[in-house]
């Protein structure tokens, strides 16, 4: 437990110093959220996914990409400097470099979580939109957990397993891909067959499950022209089972190539 501590703390401290955590991590959902706020409030309100109670739960989702861009940072930059080549001579195990390097990403998420929930809350003040309870957004926080974790073991697999150059190219398309396939801001519930594509996806599932605590109201009315509130139903009781497939596969990954790397090194 001290050698986490001891590793958590010296790869927080050096997260902190990267302006990624600044500008992407934390500034970038924001902006997103105030850019979709202004879209949604001259366009009179018509689009349901631009609502708060919709569009928090999708920029906390794709928030998430960011933290595995800054854990595939991280771990390619110690790689190259060959920091961790000298901690394999060290009696850490793997679970130890991994929940080192986890922890203070996971740190990072919370705050975007709570950042963006926050900021939401402002924007629809100003606006005068309906917003979520505090039991919902009690709710929401630890929901949106296994996405973060998911994000952050395959931030750390694709690190280990990618050079300095190609690691973070292949992090720009995954989250080029979870705001577009994850739901964030397009509407996918009128889309049909993308729609059921993405949800064996791992982030239009948990950005599903995110508006039914909220609340959120469908982009597409029932027969009748009434708006559908998001239900837990079987869409959503499915779309658990991809998000914790890929977190245990981006665990079970980033062990077995620690483990690999360190016989190696």
Sequence with gaps: MKRIRIFAVRNFIEIMRDPVVYIFCIGFPVVMLGLFYLINRFTGGATPVFEPKSLVPGVMTFSFTFVMLLEVLQVTKDRSSAFLIRL?????????????????????????????????????????????????????????????????????????????????GICSVIIS??????????????????????????????????????????????????????????????GLIPVFLYLAAGLIFAILLFRKKRRIG
């Excluded at 130890?96 to 900021?119: D, H, N, S, T, W």
């Excluded at 009690?138 to 395959?154: G, K």
Aim: glycine residues 10%; proline residues 6%; aromatic residues 14%.
């Design 88 to 168: 394999f001579a060290s009696p850490m195990r793997a679970s130890e470099f991994i929940l080192g390097y986890a922890i203070p990403c996971a740190v990072v998420g919370i705050l975007q979580e709570i950042v963006c929930a926050a900021f939401g809350w402002l924007f629809a003040l100003a606006s005068g939109a309906e917003y979520f309870s505090f039991v919902s957004c009690a709710l929401l926080l630890p929901a949106m957990l296994p996405t973060l974790a998911l994000c952050i073991f395959w931030g750390i697999f694709l690190g280990t397993a990618l050079g300095e150059k190609a690691a973070p």
């Design 177 to 238: 891909a979870a705001g577009i396939l994850g739901g964030a801001w397009m509407p996918l519930d009128a889309m049909g067959g993308l729609e059921t594509a993405c949800r064996f996806l791992p982030f239009y599932p948990a950005v599903y499950l995110g508006r039914v605590i909220t609340g959120a109201i469908h982009s597409v009315p029932d027969s009748a022209g009434n708006a559908v509130v998001y239900q837990f139903d079987r869409v959503a009781a499915l």
